[in-house]
Each structure stands twice: as C-alpha cells, then as structure tokens.
C-alpha cells in the first residue's frame, strides 16, 4: 500500500479559520490513502490540510509586502531576517533563494522560507481522486471538498505564476511508477498557464458557496474563485505579459516554444473587463458590498472616511462583508501590529511596540490631497512647498489637507495615533520619544520619519509591567471587493481607450467609502479628467493609493512595466536625527544596508531554484539568472 508521509505541521491551521489537528488521523503522523479517506472527519481533516502552503501574504516571508516601494523595514537587519532584501538589494539567484516556493530544496539559505506548492498540488489531486471513496459521503461535503481542491489547485498554480512567470503544469496525481516523460515536464506558456487556472476557478466556482458561513471563514468560495480568476486576466493582459518582446524575445523552452506571447492582444483586456463584470455582479447578488463603519455620533463626511477606510482593516476579526479570501495567520498580522506601532517607553527598548514598519516617502506623497486630486495638480498644494512647515503649525505641509485614507494608514510627527487604548501623539524628532534615538546601533527605528497605521488599532495594548501585548484579532487581506471595482476600470480604459459611466460608478464607490469626492468632480477642478497616458497614470495611482500597505502594488508595477524607474535609486527621509523643527524637516536619502537594484526583466520573477534545475533535465531557467 502507498504511503504519504506527512511532515510537522509548524503552522497553525488556525491562520486560516481550520482545524490544526491533522496530524491526529493516525499515529505519528503517518498516514495510508486508506487512513485520509475513511471517514468524512479524516477527509475534512485532509481538506484543512490542503491551505497548510498558501504564502503567507502580510508578512516579511513573502517579498510582496516590503520589496515594493510602499512599506520598508529599517536599515538594521540582515537578509536572514528580512529576506525581501534579497530582492531589493539584488541577492537573489538560483543558487541562494530566499523564497522556496517552487520546491523545498537543499539550496536553503539561513532565513528561508519553504511552502512546497507542488506538494499541496499533488495532495489536491489525491483529494480529488479518492474523495468519492469516504464512506456514506453526503452530496454537499462531496461537492464542496472537490470544490476546494480545484480552487486551491488554480491558488497554488497563480501564486507560482505570479513570483516565476511560466510554470510546469501537471493536470493530475502523478504516479510513483511515472516514466521520465510523466515527471520532468517542461515549462508551459504564460497564456496556457492562464488558460488552465482559469478553467480550475470555473470548476471551484461551480461546487462552493458564493459566502461560508461564518464559522468556516477562511475558505476558498465562489465569489473568490471569480474574483482571482479576474485578477488573473488582468494580470496576463498587461504589458509584462502582453506581447512583451523587447524583455522575452529569447525566452524559449528548449524546443525553441516562446514562454511570453510576443504579439499585443487587446482581446485579453476584454476578457479581463468581462470577468470583472461577471464577479463584481456575483458578488453584488450574493451580499458583498464595500465596508463602511457608521458612527454612533454625528462626524463629518471626512471623518467618516478615515473611520470606514481604517475600520475596513481593524473593526471586525473576518471582514466578511468586503474580503473575499483573507489569512488570519497569527504570526503574521501580530507581526505588523507589533513592529508599526509605536515605542510605550520614553527610551529604547526592544520590549513592546518596536515602530520599525514605515510607509515609504514615495508612499506618503502617493496619496491624494483632500480634494482627491494629486499633490503636484490640486491648485491648493502644486506650488506650496510641501517640505516646510506653515508659521504657526508643528508638521510639515504635506502631513496637512490630505485624503482621508492618509490619516487612516500613516502616522507622521506631531500627528494622532491610535494605539493602548488610547490617542498619542507622535514625537519623531531627533531623541524624542518615537524618533531617532540618535544611537545608529539601536535597531529598531522608523527609517523615514513616518509609522504604519494600517491594521493599527486602539485597542492593541502593550502592558509595560507585565511586557506583555494584547494583539487586535484581525485577518490580511488577500483578496477584496475594491479590487474588482478598480480592475474594471482599469480594462476599460486600456481596451476603450477611455472610462465607460459604469467605471466611473466603480472608481467612485471605492472613493466615496474614504471620503473621497467623485472622479468627476475633483478632475473639474483642474479642466476635466484627463485622457490617454496621463489618465494610465492616475488609474494606475488610484489602485495604488487603495491597496497600500497589502503588498499589491508589488505585482502591480511589474505588470505595467513600471518597476524598473520606482524601484531602483534611493528613497526619501526626513533628516531623522534633527532635533528642532527646522532640522528635522530638512529632506534626507533612507539609509538602507544594500543598494537597490531592480534589472529588467530578471527581477520581476524569483529564480527556480538550482537543485530543481539539475533534477529536471527540461526546466529553462527565468531570464537574468
């Protein structure tokens, strides 16, 4: 009889609303294919099994969420700690990866994170080949477990696509007695990688509910499987990945096949435009709207965005009413809620708060002003000099008159921060409580000036006496309903040449939520909403101004080609040691422990790793490694 062994199980299943006690199927956690499906409580126990190796977004083991241009750590700390250094500062390569994503290997630097994806894939296979075998099965578990096992299969497959570009496809349990021909495949295209996880979500979406009840948070539904299946549309149409031949012209499998389709097609922005449509109107019927937070007292439309744009985040444990798929991976958001807030002592200390997470500068200028325009074309700030501070006043002009969505995520010198159960304010000076301590050796700093707010809230409490914190329950979102929103905006204007009244709709329904004036209106204040590249840019700024902080805009500036100009060069800071005003306030370069490469088009992906590249005689290796 074959046997899969099933190795410990470091991580809590919990991250993802499931039970962690797989490992009780048999003694020793050795288990017979007999074992996994003789009962539907050891067949479900499997099934939580499956999401034991989806990448934990939110965190500092996977690049996303610091090796984009929108949250950095400080200049302390090696790569073995915050591995998306390696990215940043050019460190990655087949031999040493930081990322095992593809496969555990023995190439494992100190650091290294391992998922195994194509273990979780062939045990979603096993899922669907033996679940019709668990005794008595009824029709719902039968259908929703196979559900499952297809949506994570296109998880799995899409999150390999999106960190290695074109991946090997296996479309079923592959046997032990396999031939070489069975198990040394060679790389698929982009366009059949797409084609195949799209038909995967169509299957997922057939068998699951539009929303798990509450209790089962945390699994794939249908309305996820639509809206990663519009995800992955727009990805593929996008300039990375649409005929892209100046980068991948000589990106071949070994029988000579083009890897990246090198002819632009503008049918597949319609198709992104389509599933776009398809899962924002599921969602819509099936109970998913946009957050909002009403409060209990009367407050301004201004603040009522600041209110529901932060509460989206931190108010509820499972926003379920926006989020379609989401990790509730302890580790991780405790990690953020302890390294964005900011230090409870009046010295350095490494006990408590730590405010080592900041949003970057070219983050902070991102965001709109409070009329929703950009700080370089709104006529109330374009020619003010945004690095001064006004007569009167404690904090530099840009910190003041911007969008409610700033105050919700970045804290700033002299400004509020919730945080202990009650409202600080931020000394970031020089030798000040919450600056720099003036002591280059101590590590944990803000290395800009600025803190993280995102996912911050007052009721996360750190006890000086018993230095112990009471983390806000709080899940990361993978995937959320404004995205779709902002996607369809985006294909409309790239395959009609401009915004249809339905995207308009969709791009101020996210802007209202915050606070945010219509399009329309704030673009009047200027002649009128822009058109053809200069409307790309500020479509481009609004997706990225909404998902800040939640490691999109990583993937984001790859796939529009833009990487290679935001993420190479060094970025801005406030001369942190400055202990007046004056001094304070003078504009900085981030001191960083590595110079910033990004090379084109090599950085886009992560390598494959080398001993995989020796096992698999038809693997290609990514271009620049």
């Known amino acids: 009889m074959k046997k899969i ?17 797989y490992l009780d199927v048999v003694p020793e956690g050795q288990a017979t294919v007999d074992d996994l ?70 190439s494992s630097p100190d650091g290294r994170t391992n998922y195994d994806i194509y273990k979780s894939i062939r045990y979603c296979y096993m899922l669907l080949e033996h679940v019709g075998d668990v005794p008595d099965i009824s029709e719902e578990n039968y259908n929703y477990w196979r559900g499952e096992a297809y949506g994570l299969i296109a998880l799995y497959y899409q999150e390999l696509l999106s960190f290695y570009g074109p991946v090997v496809l296996v479309d079923q349990n592959t046997s032990l007695n396999a031939g070489d021909d069975e198990v040394y495949l060679p790389r698929s295209t982009y366009d059949e990688c797409v084609d195949f996880i799209a038909s995967y979500w169509d299957k997922a979406a057939e068998l699951l509910p539009a929303m798990w009840p509450e209790a089962e948070q945390g699994r794939i539904s249908a309305a996820a499987a639509k809206a990663y299946k519009a995800r992955l549309y727009l990805t593929a149409a996008s300039p990375l990945f649409n005929g892209n031949s100046e980068d991948f012209s000589n990106f071949v499998n070994k029988d000579g096949t083009a890897l990246i389709n090198q002819t632009y097609d503008a049918s597949k922005w319609k198709k992104a435009l389509d599933a776009c449509e398809e899962a924002i109107e599921y969602a819509g019927s099936n109970g998913y709207s946009l957050y909002t937070n009403p409060s209990s007292t009367a407050i301004s439309d201004f603040e009522q965005g600041v209110k529901n744009y932060h509460d989206c985040f931190c108010e509820t444990t ?22 964005s807030a ?71 010198d002299r400004g509020e921060y919730d945080v202990n159960g009650e409202t600080q304010i931020l000394y970031l000076r020089g030798g000040e409580k919450h600056g720099s301590t003036l002591n280059s050796n101590d590590e944990y700093q803000t290395c800009d000036g600025y803190l993280n707010k995102k996912f911050i809230s007052k009721d996360l409490y750190y006890n000086t006496t018993t230095k112990s914190i009471t983390y806000n329950k709080e899940v990361f979102p993978y995937i959320r309903l404004a995205e779709l929103y902002l996607s369809y905006a985006e294909a409309d204007f790239e395959y009609n040449g401009t915004l249809s009244s339905q995207s308009l709709v969709y791009i101020d329904k996210v802007r209202n939520r915050s606070g945010l004036p219509d399009f329309e209106d704030s673009w009047a204040m200027v002649g009128g909403i822009p058109t053809g590249d200069d409307l790309r840019k500020i479509l481009h700024q609004e997706r990225s101004i909404e998902f800040l902080s939640e490691g999109r805009r990583y993937f984001d500036l790859r796939r529009w080609k833009e990487a290679y100009d935001e993420m190479n060069g060094t970025m801005k800071s406030w001369n942190l040691d ?39 005689y038809n693997l290609v290796q990514n271009p620049g490694y």
């Open 318 to 339: 499972w926003n379920r009413q926006e989020f379609f798929f989401a990790s509730a991976y302890t580790w991780g958001i405790n990690y953020l809620q302890q390294y």
């Open 342 to 412: 900011p230090r409870q002592y009046s010295y350095y200390s490494t006990d408590g708060f730590r405010n080592y997470i900041s949003p970057t500068f070219h983050a902070v200028e991102m965001y709109y002003t409070r009329n929703g325009l950009p700080l370089d074309v709104d006529p109330s700030t374009k020619d003010l000099d945004l690095y001064s501070v006004a007569e009167g006043d404690s904090t530099a002009l840009l910190n003041r008159n911007r969008e409610p969505r700033f105050y919700a995520s970045v804290g700033y």
């Open 5 to 21: 062994y099933l190795f410990a199980i470091f991580i809590s299943l919990l991250a993802f609303g499931v039970s962690c006690d």
């Open 37 to 106: 499906f003789n009962s539907e409580n050891e067949c479900q126990k499997f099934v939580d099994y499956l999401y034991e190796n989806i990448p934990r977004h939110g965190y500092k083991w996977t690049p996303d969420m610091f090796a984009g241009d929108d949250l950095i750590t400080g200049k302390k700390g090696t790569t073995r700690w915050y591995p998306y250094k390696s990215i940043l500062y050019g460190e990655e390569n087949a031999n040493t990866t930081y990322y095992g994503m593809w496969y555990t290997g023995s």
């Open 578 to 616: 400055g202990k007046t005003q004056d001094a304070f306030y003078t504009i900085s370069t981030m001191g960083e422990n590595g110079t910033r490469v990004f090379e084109q088009p090599k950085t886009n992906w992560l390598a494959i790793p080398l001993d995989e590249m020796d096992v698999n």
